[in-house]
């Protein structure tokens, strides 16, 4: 298992002995948990998480979104409990945008924590709808089927994004997407995280997807579940389509499907 050293510096997220029984510790979703993501405030960071079906991938995202307490162990956000004030945006697989609203209030509800005026909130919405690629669709309600599932996630990361959120939290995004949105959704937010300068924290089944996003990957192993491998991806920040064609992308990938073999076999 990894070992992580504590070393007090700048941590944006510790998740620190985590176990979790939903029978009264009889059995362990997750047991020894642990994980450490350093805190890099001037570029941000894009993590995902890989790990078989029901190891506890969704369960550790609720804990970081303050959505669900662990059986045992600590949640900490820059090393002190989370608090409401804490910027944690959380992306559903299932579309997280509001219905009633168009996608243009969908957008600019990101800012309204902020006390924008409402001019200018739709000004900076605006910007963020462009940079979503979806011009033209403001004023439609985000909704199926006004809005495809692929328009619908863009809504919601455009959303996101424009609240500025420190820690950002997708869970599965791009999931129930067909192939080429769903690519096209890889590279649309593969453009565009590095301009916020947020943790993201990316879960996904998919290989591929996870090299191209990532810095860091982390792998659990089915449960009892904890950490067992992590690779750092160094690959170019600024990646596109024909990263995926280069030898080095392509020997990521494989290595992270042996590396996954591995970890599957773990008890
Ligand atoms: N309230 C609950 N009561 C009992 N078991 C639960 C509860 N919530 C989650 N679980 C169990 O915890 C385990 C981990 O669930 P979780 O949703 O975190 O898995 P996951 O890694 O996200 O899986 P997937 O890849 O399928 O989304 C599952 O076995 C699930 O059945
Ligand atoms: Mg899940």
């Given amino acids: 298992m990894i070992k992580f050293e504590d070393t007090h510096l700048n941590n944006i997220i510790e998740l620190k002995n985590i176990s979790q029984s939903y029978d009264g510790g009889k059995s362990f979703i997750l047991k020894d948990f642990n994980l450490i993501i350093e805190d890099k405030p001037a570029q941000?960071?894009?993590?995902?998480?890989?790990?078989?079906?029901?190891?506890?991938?969704?369960?550790?995202?609720?804990?970081?979104?303050?959505?669900?307490?662990?059986?045992?162990?600590?949640?900490?956000?820059?090393?002190r409990a989370r608090v409401e004030?804490?910027?944690?945006?959380?992306?559903?697989?299932?579309?997280?945008?509001?219905?009633?609203?168009?996608?243009?209030?969908?957008?600019?509800?990101?800012?309204?924590?902020?006390?924008?005026?409402?001019?200018?909130?739709?000004?900076?919405?605006?910007?963020?709808?462009?940079?979503?690629?979806?011009?033209?669709?403001?004023?439609?309600?985000?909704?199926?089927?006004?809005?495809?599932?692929?328009?619908?996630?863009?809504?919601?990361?455009?959303?996101?994004?424009?609240?500025?959120?420190?820690?950002?939290?997708?869970?599965?995004?791009?999931?129930?997407?067909?192939?080429?949105?769903?690519?096209?959704?890889?590279?649309?937010l593969e453009n565009i995280w590095h301009k916020f300068n947020s943790t993201i924290i990316f879960v996904t089944h998919d290989i591929s997807e996870a090299v191209f996003l990532a810095d860091d990957i982390y792998i659990m192993k089915a449960a009892p579940s904890c950490i067992a491998d992590h690779i750092a991806v160094d690959l170019p920040l600024q990646r596109d389509r024909n990263t995926k064609r280069e030898a080095k992308f392509l020997s990521l990938v494989q290595e992270v499907e042996d590396r996954m073999m591995k970890v599957s076999e773990l008890r």
């Fill in 44 to 79: 941000g960071q894009f993590v995902v998480i890989l790990g078989m079906s029901g190891c506890g991938k969704s369960t550790i995202l609720r804990y970081i979104a303050g959505l669900q307490q662990p059986t045992s162990g600590e949640i900490k956000i820059h090393d």
């Fill in 85 to 188: 004030k804490d910027r944690v945006g959380m992306i559903f697989q299932q579309y997280s945008s509001l219905p009633w609203m168009t996608v243009l209030e969908n957008v600019a509800m990101g800012l309204e924590y902020k006390g924008m005026e409402k001019k200018e909130r739709e000004v900076k919405a605006l910007e963020m709808i462009e940079l979503v690629g979806l011009s033209g669709h403001e004023k439609k309600y985000a909704q199926y089927p006004t809005l495809s599932g692929g328009q619908l996630q863009r809504v919601a990361i455009g959303r996101s994004l424009l609240s500025n959120p420190e820690i950002l939290l997708m869970d599965e995004p791009f999931g129930a997407l067909d192939i080429k949105t769903r690519l096209q959704m890889q590279e649309m």
